[in-house]
């Protein structure tokens, strides 16, 4: 087996490049509005009630009109998932994988047209739809590997007149549900890790990006994997969603969303209901209040670039988004000044003209970040951006705060768009008390060339994913094993070496001789 490596970014100064994505794009314009149906047991399911997905960037151009399930297709979709295990659950590790390694090599074939459902659908511009397929295909690479490996299992103790053997086994019928910022690349992994193990699911994609959840399914059907491994029932989550989430055949839940819904799955998951025979495990991975610190040691231009790039790429719409910077009081205003400067520079426009910055996902997106602008004007000094208009998209100017109180709303809530709230800290010391002061704990950076500070924040900045001198997204699968502590979930660490064993169980067996 070939070494795993990441799959390479496409550059699209290269004219040939470019052209393929306009290519794409103009190839998804033609496919524009078409209905999705639930796929359940490989069946496709056409239902009474449908939603529009619409484009952020023009919200009056429908991209699909996607089914919506309700709790008997809920039930079917079980029956259908617990049919499939049986064979499925047989079926050799390699085997599985190799169903994996075929999903990337699908996608590799296809990825200028998935990355222009990816800008359409959700307002990615080029190069950040381009990252979310190129994850895609490194969680397929990846997790494949990883279950190979597991599939040798452990060598216990020997004991002499005895032959023990210790192997993963899968849990059963699980669900997967993706929130809609890394529609294809969250909700595809999260799907293939669960599936490899020898699990099948019912995937709830988000609605705002349920036609990627179709296309999702689309390369599962291309892959010819065996009907029922996977079910697509798209639906409301409140309603289809906590009804599986509750149900007493769901063995496992494997969620990324907001801290609110993680939070009530893991507590609704927690009920024993009347014939359920086992303990559901539930991964979650959720919000964060994401931050970068600069003492006065930093590479100061390094630190501006990569504090405007962690906040503003895709519209700062990422779990990792820096949307706290903390600088110290001697460099404040200078690192200040060159990200106002920065942050002004970029354009903001249709993610399919490729623009820095694009639309925000929906009508309750742009409310409630608006809202931050109109309610919390007086938590900081408005430096940058505050304007906004949602006459064709949801578009929000970058924003950016000044001497931000660290208990301020702004520097405590997950805003999930494009705001910054910068932090006047007294020295390292107050900065790194700053930074840990938050229920939050994914990721977090620190810019400065003092070997003694690095080192005291690995042992105290409580983040799951630490960066130095470098910003604070971009997680690579495999290199970056990425989740968050605290309140930013069960820290299950995707791309990361115990991920797929999160979905299994280990059978231990003795035999006396
Ligand atoms: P969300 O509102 O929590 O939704 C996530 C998913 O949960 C959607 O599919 C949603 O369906 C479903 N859902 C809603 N209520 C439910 C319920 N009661 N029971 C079961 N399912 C339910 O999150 P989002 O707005 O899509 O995504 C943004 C959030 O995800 C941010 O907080 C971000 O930080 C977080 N995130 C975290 C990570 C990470 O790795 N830690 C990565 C990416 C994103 P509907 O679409 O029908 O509401
Ligand atoms: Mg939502």
Redesign the pocket.
């Known amino acids: 087996m070939i070494p795993y490596r990441n799959e390479p970014l496409t550059n699209f100064a290269l004219p040939e490049n470019k052209a393929a994505m306009q290519a794409a794009l103009d190839h998804v314009r033609q496919q524009l509005g078409r209905t999705y149906p639930l796929i359940i047991g490989g069946e496709a399911i056409a239902t009474e009630k449908t939603l529009p997905s619409v484009n952020p960037c023009n919200h009056q151009q429908v991209v699909g009109i996607v089914a919506q399930g309700n709790r008997e297709h809920a039930d079917a979709a079980l029956a259908a998932a617990e049919n499939a295990f049986t064979s499925w659950s047989r079926t050799p590790m390699q085997v599985r994988a190799d169903y994996l390694f075929k999903l990337a090599a699908i996608m590799r074939r296809q990825k200028a047209e998935l990355s222009a459902w990816l800008t359409m659908e959700v307002g990615k511009n080029w190069v950040e739809a381009d990252a979310d397929v190129a994850e895609a295909i490194d969680f397929c690479e990846y997790y494949g590997r990883q279950a190979i490996e597991l599939s040798h299992g452990r060598t216990p103790i020997p004991l002499p007149g005895e032959r023990n053997s210790f192997t993963y086994i899968p849990l059963g019928v699980g669900l997967v ?6 529609p294809l690349a ?1 909700l595809l992994g999260m799907t293939a890790a669960a599936i490899v193990a020898g699990n099948t699911v019912i995937i ?5 990006a349920a036609v990627i959840g179709a296309k999702v399914f689309e390369l599962i059907q291309a892959a010819d994997l065996p009907a029922g491994v996977v079910n697509y029932l798209p639906g ?3 309603d289809v ?2 009804y599986l ?1 509750n149900h007493p055949r769901t063995r496992f839940v494997n ?8 939070l ?2 893991n507590q609704q998951a927690a009920i024993a209901q009347p014939g359920q025979i086992w303990i559901k495990r539930v991964i979650a ?4 209040k994401d931050c970068i610190i600069v003492d006065e040691t930093a590479d100061l231009e390094a630190a501006a670039r990569g504090i405007v790039q962690s906040a503003f790429g895709f519209q700062g719409q990422k ?1 990792s988004a820096c949307s706290r910077a903390i600088i110290v009081d001697s460099v404040y205003d200078q690192v200040l000044e060159r990200v106002v400067e920065l942050t002004n520079q970029l354009a903001v426009g249709p993610a399919a003209d490729n623009y820095a910055v694009g639309a925000v996902i929906d009508a309750a997106a742009f409310a409630k970040i608006t809202s931050y602008i109109k309610e919390c004007g007086e938590e900081g000094r408005l430096v940058a951006g505050g304007e906004y208009d949602d006459q064709q998209g949801y578009f929000i100017k970058p924003t950016v705060y000044a001497d931000v109180k660290p208990d301020a709303r702004l520097a405590q809530e ?1 805003i ?1 768009g494009p705001v910054l709230a910068t932090i006047r800290a007294t020295d390292f010391e107050h900065a790194l008390a700053i930074a840990n002061d938050t229920i939050y704990g ?1 990721t977090g950076s620190l810019y400065s060339q003092k070997r003694e500070r690095i080192e005291q924040a690995k042992q105290e900045f409580h983040v799951g994913n630490l960066y130095v001198n470098r910003g604070c997204t971009g997680a690579l699968v495999g290199v970056h094993p ?3 502590f605290n309140m ?2 069960t820290d299950s660490k ?1 791309g990361g070496p115990d991920y797929v064993q999160l979905f299994m169980q280990a059978k231990s067996i003795s035999e006396r001789l």
């Open positions: 549900i993706s929130p809609w910022n890394f969250i709830k994609p988000a609605n705002t409301s989550g409140s969603g906590e989430v969620f990324t969303g907001s801290m609110a819904v993680g009530r799955i991975e959720m919000g964060g779990c997950e999930f994914l990425f989740g968050g930013s979930g995707a």
